[in-house]
């Protein structure tokens, strides 16, 4: 089981970028998505759960959306902050285990 | 406000066993399920397993199936993860992480993780 992310995305101030997640397994399809952001010598941080809910304090230029194997993490008014490691995860059935994708690192040009 | 605080950086050898403590400030870590996840250098974010809220039930990926234990006191908001049999693709960052409702598998609050360095 997989979870395949393009290793990395840029974008420059202002634009929308998206990043996909996609799912090996045949369960990704029911399963839920969540999508994190990490920044270098910190905690993850949740940014996105059960595919395109946003917790609170997350801006809304952030969002989240699924459908059937795929999913996707869409950051529109980039911002120079927003310059990090994007992570996407779901629980797999085969795995009995969450799963993360290998990482996409944004980079604003 | 959550807070989760993990203990210090550990330099192990080869062989050995290393526990991470992650302490919640008050009712952060009550009720809830919580994971352990791991980094290694250059690398992404691997899961290694969850703890059920009373500590009685763990799950383990199965990599990690012979190796891991997951425990937690209740008492003092403080769960643990020990890893045996250390080798040097052990040396990463570990992290404890909240599990946002019931088993959902989406973490909402994470320590601030512990370097684990395992060298001879």
């Known amino acids: 089981s997989l979870l395949t992310q393009p290793p990395s995305v840029s974008g420059t101030p202002g634009q929308r970028v998206t990043i996909s997640c996609s799912g090996s397994s045949p369960n990704f399809g029911t399963n839920s998505v969540n999508w994190y952001q990490h920044l270098p010598g910190t905690a993850p941080k949740l940014l996105i759960y059960t595919n395109s809910q946003r917790p609170s304090g997350v801006p809304d230029r952030f969002s989240g959306s699924k459908s059937g194997t795929s999913a996707s993490l869409a950051i529109s008014g980039l911002q120079s902050e927003d310059e990090a490691d994007y992570y996407c995860s779901a629980w797999d059935d085969n795995f009995n285990g969450v799963l993360f994708g290998g990482g996409t690192k944004l980079t604003v040009l | 406000q959550m807070q989760v605080v993990q203990s210090g950086a550990e330099v192990k050898k080869p062989g050995a066993s290393v526990k991470v403590s992650c302490k919640a400030s008050a009712n952060t870590f009550t009720n809830y399920y919580v994971h352990w996840v791991r980094q290694a250098p250059g690398q992404g974010l691997e899961w290694m397993g969850i703890?059920?809220?009373?500590?009685?039930?763990?799950t383990y990926a199965q990599k990690f199936q012979d190796r891991v234990t997951m425990t937690r006191d209740t008492s003092t908001n403080t769960v643990y993860m020990e890893l045996s049999s250390l080798t040097s693709e052990d040396t990463a960052t570990y992290y404890c992480?909240?599990?946002?409702?019931?088993?959902?598998?989406?973490?909402?609050?994470w320590g601030q993780g512990t370097l684990v360095i395992v060298s001879s």
């Open positions: 992480a909240r599990d946002g409702r019931n088993w959902s598998n989406w973490f909402d609050a």
């Open positions: 703890i059920n809220p009373s500590g009685e039930f763990t």
